[in-house]
């Protein structure tokens, strides 16, 4: 929150046991982690606001490729 540069912004998961948001970040987080400065890609990430993660737009970006259902 204090550094939203360097953060990617997801919706809440307490007490929703079917979440799996964050196994959706996962694939992202793990090309991020190979990137020098964030800081520099995560504003592609967002929404006009910077609150929502646009999921197609990562992947795309960073070359993930979709998920399998």
Do not use: T
Request: hydrophobic share 40%; aromatic share 6%; net charge negative.
């Amino acid at each position: 929150m204090f550094q939203p540069e360097n953060a990617l912004p997801c919706s809440s998961w307490y007490e929703d046991k079917n979440d799996r948001e964050l196994q959706h970040l996962l694939p992202i987080l793990e090309k991020l982690a190979l990137v020098p400065d964030v800081r520099s890609i995560i504003p592609a990430l967002k929404d006009e606001s910077g609150e929502r993660l646009l999921f197609d737009r990562a992947r795309q970006l960073l070359n993930i490729p979709e998920p399998v259902s």
